[in-house]
């Protein structure tokens, strides 16, 4: 994930004005939330979520058909 400096917010002002850290994940995305300095939190809009979710799934079953083709006899003696 790209981290802008425009997208970080400390955890005391996101705590006493949230609508103003929604408001910044609308514009831009997403929001990382910073705890004692450090990056701690991220807030993104559920979309995203969703969308890097099933391209995460995406490649898991892309990577599983590939590990299948490639141990093919292996798998089908451990069928029978």
Known sequence: MHID??????????NQNFSKVARMVDE???????KNN???????DYSKL??????DNEALEAVAARILQKHKKAFEELAK
């Open 5 to 14: 400096l425009k997208n970080l917010v400390s955890i005391s002002e996101a």
């Open 38 to 44: 450090s990056p701690r939190y991220v807030l993104i």
């Open 28 to 34: 831009n995305g997403a929001a990382v939330i910073l």
């Open 50 to 55: 969703q969308e890097d979710t099933d391209a």
